[in-house]
């Protein structure tokens, strides 16, 4: 499943472009979708925001797989569902799109996705209305912020761009299960 970590992860960074420093944006600092908060946290030290600016690739692909796609089972998700929530667990934090996840399939809500949460996820024709409901949700969450008036039109064309590609990477993952059936 690294494979689609790497597929899942090229998408976010077209999202998350280079480095900003928006004044009313609370993450600060920010390059290709990483916080100096975050950079610091994970060099173990404080980062010069300079650092942050020519921050190498290798140490944005690890933050985002330990950090983001590690945290909510990206490996062990569905295709599609993996992207729905990576990526929203890259804008918000892990625990909040888990929850969401958690509460659409039916599962215990604690904000983790773990073994008893993976069993609930259903079959394949449930997954295109689960990305459909976790975009809805993540929409819903984002017009309830202060900051929606200076980030919203961004986050909800972000959100309808993720569910598109969430839809198509779950339609190829089938395609390609229905070949592999059929040789």
């Not at 925001?49 to 020519?54: A, D, F, H, P, Y």
């Not at 918000?92 to 969401?100: D, E, H, L, Q, Y």
């Not at 039916?106 to 996705?113: E, F, H, N, S």
């Not at 039109?153 to 959100?159: A, L, P």
Request: aromatic fraction near 10%; glycine fraction near 8%; charge should be negative.
């Amino acid at each position: 499943m690294d494979y689609n970590f790497k597929k899942c992860l090229d998408i976010i960074l077209a999202h998350e472009g280079g480095f900003v420093d928006h004044p009313e944006d609370p993450g600060g600092a920010t390059n290709k979708g990483v916080t100096l908060q975050t950079y610091n946290q994970f060099l173990g030290r404080e980062a010069e925001v300079e650092e942050l600016k020519n921050i190498p690739d290798e140490h944005v692909e690890t933050i985002y797989k330990n950090e983001y796609w590690d945290k909510v089972s990206g490996d062990k998700l569905p295709c599609g569902i993996d992207l729905a929530i990576f990526d929203w667990a890259v804008n918000s934090g892990f625990i909040r799109p888990a929850k969401v996840f958690q509460e659409l399939i039916g599962a215990k809500v604690d904000g983790y996705i773990g073994p008893k949460t993976l069993e609930q996820v259903g079959e394949q024709e449930t997954h295109f209305n689960i990305i459909l409901n976790l975009c809805k949700k993540r929409e819903d969450f984002y017009r309830a912020l202060s900051t929606f008036d200076t980030f919203g039109k961004g986050w909800i064309r972000r959100t309808a761009e993720t569910r598109e590609k969430s839809i198509e990477l779950m339609e190829e993952d089938l395609y390609e299960k229905e070949t592999d059936e059929d040789t």
